[in-house]
């Protein structure tokens, strides 16, 4: 997605977009927030395939009012299931830290802290999205190589290029100017010509 193609697909009752940083690929988000911010459209982040990536200068996923993370076995950093999102709005982390566990009132956390656990209240209906700590030892594992993962899928996306220079007609995913991919995909484009 563009500021362009989005700008064509906005309506009045347009409340939120999703934008997707596709196969690792940043979006363009600045132009977008400027778009919809004015417009007081909330701009969602799918990163799932983004860990690694970068956004003039920055993690993609941080400019975004909020993101949302893939761990699935799939993706660059995985830790078997699971996923997270990421904001600033103190608001909006802390309704997410209670929905993914029953909307509890009280985290599990506190409940342990505390001699007497107090007594919780469900406020909403909520679901059971909690991660193990086994999976977060994983995903922190997965964490610390993240750099290392990076270049490697880089150098490899530069060696299909190098190595598929001479075939004509193709053309292929490179770094945008205002970020750069994890390559957690390497894809071409086969132009009209060649079909
Ligand atoms: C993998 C992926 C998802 C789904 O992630 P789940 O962990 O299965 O929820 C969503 N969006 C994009 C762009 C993805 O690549």
């Given amino acids: 997605m563009s ?47 983004a860990a690694g990536s970068t956004y003039r200068g920055r993690p993609a996923g941080a400019g975004a009012e909020i993101a949302a993370w893939s761990f699935h076995p799939r ?12 904001t600033r709005n103190a608001a909006w982390a802390d309704r997410a830290r209670k929905l993914r566990e029953h909307a509890m009132s009280v985290s599990a956390n506190d409940r342990h802290a505390s001699v007497l656990a107090p007594a919780e209240e469900y406020g909403e209906i909520g679901f059971n999205y909690r991660m193990t700590d086994m999976q977060a030892a994983v995903g922190l594992v997965q964490l610390d190589r993240l750099g290392e993962a990076v270049s490697r899928r880089r150098a490899i996306a530069a060696a299909y290029r190098k190595a598929l220079a001479d075939v004509e007609g193709l053309r292929f995913s490179e770094d945008p100017q205002y970020g750069t991919s994890n390559f957690q995909s390497f894809w071409f484009e086969v132009l009209p010509e060649f079909p």
């Avoid at 989005?6 to 009045?12: H, K, N, Q, R």
């Avoid at 993706?75 to 990421?86: A, P, S, V």
Wanted: hydrophobic fraction near 45%; include cysteine.
């Fill in 3 to 49: 500021v362009r193609t989005l700008a064509a697909a906005l309506t009045p009752a347009t409340r939120a977009v999703i934008v997707v940083d596709q196969g690792g690929m940043p979006v363009d988000l600045d132009p977008i927030r400027a778009l919809c911010d004015g417009l007081g459209i909330t701009v969602i982040e799918d990163a799932a395939c």
């Fill in 75 to 86: 993706k660059i950093l995985t830790t078997g299931e699971g996923g997270m999102l990421t």
